[in-house]
């Protein structure tokens, strides 16, 4: 099943802070028109973005999907167009093994980068990134993978102990 939901409170106050009322105001994303295939992701925190720099913006949210799907995360276009602001990492790809991990959740940030001459002002609310969710193939020849997730990001790339 496919769906949104926040994290916990507990990882909530790990994460962010230990504020239950601006935890129970996270919205969960939607998608704006019948017709959009983005669903828009929200900030839950104030942040300026000065010129040059990037921020991790936080989201409280994880997202859970079949196993063959993944989520893109794309930065919104009026953010390029008006404002010089875009995504660090150009797209974001939220793995369904990325859910309910071990180190956080799954809760997943929006890193933005502002290449415009002026502070770039987030507010809680601000619709900040869209996801977009697809199925994704892999190639029939591919040999058996029994890897699995042990962390959040960057975690693929942890060597055992």
């Known amino acids: 099943m496919r769906k949104f939901e926040k994290i916990s409170f507990e990882q909530f106050k790990k994460d962010v802070c230990d504020n239950k009322e601006l935890y129970d105001k996270i919205e969960l994303p939607k998608r ?27 989201t409280g949210l994880k ?9 893109y995360i794309y930065d919104r276009s009026s953010l390029g167009f008006k404002y010089d602001i875009c995504l660090s990492n150009s797209v974001g790809v939220i793995d369904s093994d990325f859910y309910n991990n071990p180190d956080n959740e799954g809760h997943f940030q929006i890193k933005l980068i ?12 601000d619709r900040i990134a ?3 969710f697809m ?17 959040g990001i960057g975690s693929t790339n942890k060597k055992e102990k």
Request: aromatic share 4%.
């Open 135 to 151: 199925k994704y193939l892999t190639v029939d020849d591919e040999e058996i993978i029994n890897n699995k997730r042990k962390g």
């Open 114 to 125: 502002n290449h415009g001459s002026k502070d770039f002002e987030v507010l809680v609310g």
């Open 130 to 132: 869209q996801g977009v």
């Open 63 to 71: 997202v859970s999907m079949n196993s063959d799907e993944v989520l």
């Open 32 to 58: 704006s028109t019948s017709n959009s295939a983005g669903y828009d992701i929200r900030s839950i925190e104030n942040v300026i973005i000065k010129p040059g720099e990037s921020k991790a913006i936080k």
